[in-house]
């Protein structure tokens, strides 16, 4: 029945990680849980049907390709330019910390230097799914710091396309098998590598930025929505395909520039839409996929070298995380987020420790421990995130607002929207911030208003802005899902507060109003009534003739 082996992996994944979706989700558990056990229990280690083990990771990978589309459509280059400060230094301080510790490790467990090098590299890099779904999930990615985590996965994921090609390059110096030399050794390698990123980024930002926009125009006026859906899927696999193969630069990072790219145009929200259920589907077997290649007898085997391999991951990494972002003078919120972002290990170690292996650098073993680090970490990385949601409430900042005890209105979000309103309020009535951000949190109370730091989203946070005596809430955040959610628990603490809510669409704000928003305004319906404002007065009607 070998030709039937696609769908049978197909039905088997996503079949099975329903079932244990739905059974972890019924004990309370996240549903990825049961995503890894399905693969587990379909995976070569356990009795009974195996599904295909060489087609299950190229489906995994579709997943990761679509996520990271996703991510791009939701970024642009200004954003990736504004982090590039912290996530630059941030993921290379990071990744030689964990390399450092990996060493140790190796160390310790009598493995060569060049072992440690791999087993150090491959616990430094964290999973794009892991972390985009534990950003998603939170709606955290268009926040600063959700971007600078994503700007930091994006650093680090250069990196680590510069670690596999370099790898063979230097195998025969740090102990390994040594391929052929190519020409120039291992300058020579590092070179080309360097010039095949730096011509995908030129060709993604020269070509790709002119073409792309034009095909989805074109497309769009056919009025063809089947069409449409089809060119954006197409585009954002033959991107990452063809910057894989043209370019040697991974899936990931193809597929992310192609999403970027895209953003830069107007149907880009449509996009993104389009892809969205294909996206989630494959992003399931990416975790199944994971699930089956995990050997668990190494737990019995070697339990504290798994355990080392897992402090590794989960404390080594995030203190340094931690620490670095201290020293960028970012707030504890940013610092915790991006900790707990980064505190697991996925796709990218699991080709680092093949590769490793396969050039004899790395002892089979090694990979067995990276695998359990893997799934222990993707398995303890949603309850990280549960500790972050209960502690930074407690770190909002400046405890209960004198105003929150009379009559006030409560404004979310001091940004461009925000700080306007604010300054407008000013004699018309007392207003209690709230900021999530702390440089902005501090800017707040630099101009005169009550601020309480912390993220809206949180009923406690709400709660203690004085919700309840509210007479209006202004919700000036950018995200109209967020901007949802706030107005829901804002009507569960109070139902007769006014809620004034920012949108961007026509569908924004049917939904914002729906769940209770008094008004909810489009942004560039705005612009031009400002626009209009400015325009010539109407001419005053000719007078009658006579
Ligand atoms: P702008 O898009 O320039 O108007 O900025 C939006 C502001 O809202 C930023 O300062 C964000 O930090 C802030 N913000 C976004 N989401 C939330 C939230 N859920 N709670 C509190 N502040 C938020």
Known sequence: MHHTS???????????????????????????????????????????YVADTELAPQLAEIGVILLMFGVGLHF??????????IAIPGAVVQILAATVMGIGLAHLLGWSLGAGIVFGLALSVASTV???????????????????????????DLAMVLALVLLPAVSGMLGGEAPPPGPGGVAGAFAITIGKVVAFVAVMMIIGRRVIPWILHRIAHTGSRELFRLAVLAIALGVAFGSAALFGVSFALGAFFAGMIMAESELSQQAANETLPLRDAFSVLFFVSIGMLFNWSVLLREPLAVLATLAIIVIGKSVAAYLIVLVFKRPQSVALTISASL???????????????????????????????????????????????????????????????????????YGRVGKAVAEGLKNRMLLVVIEDEGDRAAEVREAGFEVLQGNAVRPEVLLQAGLAEATHLFVAVPNPFEAARIIEQAKAAN?????????????????????GATHALIGEQEIARGMLALAPRPKPAPAPAH
């Open 495 to 515: 139902p007769k507060v006014k809620i004034i809510a920012r949108a961007y669409t026509d569908a924004d704000v049917d939904l914002l109003t729906q769940i």
């Open 130 to 156: 892991v972390l985009l779904r534990a950003l998603q999930e939170r709606r955290l990615i268009e926040t600063d710091r959700g971007r600078i985590a994503v700007g930091w996965l994006i650093v680090e």
């Open 6 to 48: 696609l769908i049978a992996t197909i039905v088997a994944g996503l079949g099975l990680a329903f079932v244990f979706g739905a059974i972890a989700n019924r004990f309370k558990l996240p549903v990825l849980v049961g995503y890894l056990i399905a693969g587990v229990v379909v995976g070569p280690f356990t009795p009974g």
């Open 76 to 85: 642009s280059v200004k954003d990736l330019m504004a982090v590039r400060k």
């Open 343 to 413: 505190a697991q290990i996925g796709e990218f170690s699991f080709i680092l420790a093949g590769l490793g292996v396969s050039l004899k650098l790395l002892p089979p073993e090694g990979r067995d421990l990276i695998l359990a680090g893997a799934i222990l970490s993707i398995l303890i990385n949603p309850l990280l995130f549960r500790l972050l949601d209960k502690s930074l409430p407690k770190i909002a900042e400046g405890g209960t607002p004198v105003a929150a005890n009379q009559p006030h209105a409560v404004l979310v979000g």
